[in-house]
């Protein structure tokens, strides 16, 4: 096995991408912060549970055909992955190392942080590739950023003989970054590109502001066929930045953006005039704390679910040696506990969940009231069922 990578050659970059982890990680305490998670509430029928060694947590997630590759499905054994987070220093390398021990010994599919500061600087390439050298056969995801190079896509995935290609849009934290980019107008085009040229199917994906219904019918528009709606409510990347700025100044927009519950509902509205016809395949991530939530996503209209914050923060900092064995601890809890509310629920797969019934309430029902979702349909799936 070689060895962790040395620093990279950029300090001032590298310095950034342990500060973002720092910063994030501090943001997670004991996981009890109320988010909209704590917003969706089941209907309780005491007579429609199922038997529970019966139930099937592994799910299949469609994608589109692309310019370089067929449509398919990828199916895994997990309804939740490691998503993307970090990667390209010394210490990031650490972290990923103990990630992806975790992915290979429990199944789980994993993404990485933006490889672009590798696709610049070769000698940070290994924070990366460390993923694909514990995980050979895993499912893995390659990161870049929207407004790269299109060739850049298939050198990502090169990079980590990448499964899939996040491309990630962060308008927000663009916004409050001290060097972040001013000039946005070009990214829906740029994520056309790189969808494009990329060898193996694209995921939009949003880092905590939310993807709304326009969003994902643009995207659906020019051929993107799997969207990660990455919501408010986890990694918080505005507070990231403004405390990297001296002024403080865009902690005006602190609660900007829309939940991943709030924009799964979104989606699922039906289509007319106002609402695109199709959307792309979603997955959901941002603010998940527990198996509880999980479900809820997928209750929702999610495929499969993304952790970050609580699967790193088991890791821990450095990524000492124990991560591993304690990430995989975790998930094998959370792998039971979710089989018992599926079992609980009444549900023996993941799309029996779009059967149960939802209650809303708070900010979460006022965004959905605003946006024409159903709320008396959603509190009365279960009447649709056979």
């Not at 060694?53 to 939740?80: C, E, I, K, M, N």
């Not at 992806?100 to 010994?105: D, H, M, N, Y």
């Not at 460390?130 to 050979?136: A, L, Q, Y």
Request: aromatic content about 4%.
């Amino acid at each position: 096995m070689t060895s962790d990578a040395p620093p990279p050659t950029d300090p001032t970059r590298a310095a950034r991408k342990d500060e973002h982890l720092s910063l994030a990680l501090d943001q997670h305490g004991d996981g009890r912060a109320h988010n909209e998670f704590d917003d969706l509430d089941f209907v309780h029928h005491a007579l429609d549970g199922v038997d529970a060694d019966l139930v099937d947590l592994s799910v299949s997630v469609p994608y589109r055909a692309g310019a370089r590759h067929p449509a398919g499905r990828w199916r895994w054994r997990t309804p939740f992955y490691v998503n993307g987070m970090t990667g390209g220093t010394e210490r990031t390398t650490r972290i990923n190392r103990q990630l992806a021990i975790s992915a290979r010994e429990t199944g789980m599919p994993m993404a990485c942080g933006s490889v672009s500061v590798a696709l610049d600087d070769p000698s940070t390439a290994h924070g990366f590739a460390v993923i694909r050298e514990e995980n050979p056969s895993g499912f893995v995801m390659a990161n870049l950023g929207v407004g790269r190079p299109a060739d850049d896509a298939p050198r990502a995935v090169e990079l980590l003989s990448a499964d899939a290609l996040q491309v990630h849009v962060n308008a927000v934290q663009e916004t409050a970054m001290p060097e972040g980019s001013r000039d946005l107008s070009s990214w829906l085009a740029s994520v056309e590109g790189l969808a494009a040229a990329s060898p193996v199917p694209v995921i939009v994906k949003e880092v905590g502001f939310g993807l709304s219904r326009r969003t994902l019918g643009r995207l659906a528009d020019i051929g993107v066929g799997v969207a990660d709606v990455s919501g408010r409510g986890g990694t918080d990347f505005l507070r990231i930045e403004d405390a990297r700025r001296t002024d403080g100044g865009f902690g005006m927009l602190t609660g900007f953006g829309q939940s991943a519950l709030a924009s799964l509902l979104d989606a699922s509205a039906p289509a007319s005039s106002s609402r695109p016809s199709s959307t792309p395949t979603l997955l959901a991530s941002g603010g998940v704390r527990s198996p509880y939530d999980v479900v809820k996503a997928l209750a929702a209209g999610a495929h499969a679910v993304g952790v970050a914050g609580a699967f790193v923060s088991v890791v821990g900092p450095d990524g000492d040696e124990g991560g591993a064995h304690r990430l995989i601890s975790l998930v094998e809890d959370w792998t039971e506990r979710t089989r018992a509310v599926f079992a609980l629920l009444g549900a023996a797969h993941r799309d029996d969940l779009r059967s149960t019934d939802v209650i809303l309430r708070g900010r979460l029902r006022e965004f959905c009231e605003s946006r024409g979702v159903d709320l008396a349909a959603l509190a009365q799936r279960s009447d649709t069922r056979d």
